[in-house]
């Protein structure tokens, strides 16, 4: 399974971006997708999950904030960020798995994408 991220950026606070995340390789080994982001300096942190059956997943620090899609049809996984703000500034990853207990958790997924930078400043 491969994953690639885009749709990274600088964007002031307030704004919205949309990350994407095209997947490719067995269909199984993404029943789960995910995303997470790191600042500098942090720990990876989850950010929002979804099933294959659409069943959704949101942190907290995210939730009203972003909104989580997937297309089957087009093996992609998007996120949707709103109102962002200048700690929401960090590398965005997506990952995906087969079987996921823990969808909060980074080493429940299988494959990672190679992350796609967000900035938030104005």
């Known amino acids: 399974v491969q994953l690639q991220a885009s749709g990274g950026g600088l964007v002031q606070p307030g704004g919205s971006l949309r990350l994407s995340c095209a997947a490719s390789?067995?269909?199984?080994?993404?029943?789960?997708m995910g995303w997470f982001r790191q600042a500098p300096g942090k720990e990876r942190e989850f950010i929002s999950a979804?099933?294959?059956?659409?069943?959704?997943y949101y942190s907290d620090s995210v939730k009203g904030r972003v909104t989580i899609s997937r297309d089957n049809a087009k093996n992609s996984v998007y996120l949707q960020m709103d109102s962002l703000k200048s700690e929401d500034t960090a590398v965005y990853y997506c990952?995906?798995?087969?079987?996921?207990?823990?969808?909060?958790?980074?080493?429940?997924?299988?494959?990672w994408g190679q992350g796609t930078e967000v900035t938030v400043s104005s």
């Open positions: 979804i099933r294959r059956d659409g069943t959704t």
């Open positions: 990952a995906a798995g087969r079987s996921v207990g823990r969808v909060t958790v980074s080493d429940e997924y299988d494959y």
């Open positions: 390789g067995r269909t199984v080994s993404r029943n789960y």
